[in-house]
């Protein structure tokens, strides 16, 4: 029977701290787009855990077994929900983030040809300006050699921007991907303490079913040691 009040208590006390566990979940939820770490958001409801060290003197009945436990067994489904549900915007996002960076990419890779393309006009340009005996001082102020050096630092301070936009949106999947397994792994965990809970739910229930079928023989056995003694007198 000490077994069995002593998941009794378990599940009274999982009914009291389910709620705030449910809120660290949901804090734990918004790692992925916040700068907060994780212990930080642990810090923030450590007080919160403080209120709940204590467990209420429970009533030794089959629903409040029952019930204290199905509280904590549904927050649990309901936080596992939530994180699936979390992934699966993580993921939109990082498919999202990808055919971003891919248009990038192919921006850069067509700006460079065209950098190439102008580069090679220029040459041509200086060689035949120098063939007509043109100086280098008229060369740098023909109307031509100025349009293709103004277009070369035009395509440069894009691809320059670009490509910062490039490694900003890799290190946001990076990011992304590792919040999603972060989470998966939460789930991977939730899930092995659910099948902890709901185990320890039937032993509570098997405990106090046996205790209360030990208590009616005890009784019936107190009946007939009664009756045999009527008897004797």
Do not use: C
């Not at 102008?118 to 060369?139: F, M, P, R, Y």
């Not at 490039?166 to 990011?175: A, G, T």
């Not at 989470?183 to 032993?203: A, V």
């Amino acid at each position: 029977m000490a077994n069995g009040f002593t998941r009794l208590y378990k599940a009274i006390w999982y009914t009291q701290v389910g709620r705030v566990l449910e809120q660290t979940d949901r804090h734990i939820e918004n790692v992925a787009v916040s700068d907060q770490t994780e212990d930080d958001i642990l810090a923030d409801i450590h007080s919160d855990f403080q209120l709940y060290e204590k467990p209420v003197e429970p009533k030794e009945t089959l629903g409040v077994i029952r019930g204290a436990y199905e509280d904590i067994l549904q927050d649990k489904r309901d936080n596992i929900q939530r994180y699936k549900q979390v992934i699966g915007q993580l993921i939109a996002l990082v498919e999202q983030k990808k055919n971003s960076l891919s248009k990038l990419t192919d921006d850069i890779d067509n700006l460079e040809e065209m950098k190439e393309g102008t580069i090679s006009k220029q040459k041509n340009l200086v060689a035949e300006l120098h063939k007509s005996g043109t100086t280098e001082e008229d060369i740098e102020r023909h109307p031509r050699y100025v349009l293709y050096v103004t277009s070369l630092n035009d395509f440069q301070s894009t691809i320059e921007e670009k490509n910062a936009r490039v490694e900003k949106l890799q290190q946001d999947i990076e990011r992304a991907q590792r919040d999603i397994e972060e989470h998966k792994n939460r789930i991977t965990f939730l899930h092995r303490d659910l099948h902890k809970i709901e185990t320890e739910q039937s032993e509570a229930i098997a405990d106090f079913m046996a205790a209360r079928e030990q208590d009616e023989i005890n009784n019936m056995l107190s009946e007939i040691r009664d009756d045999s003694n009527t008897k004797d007198e």
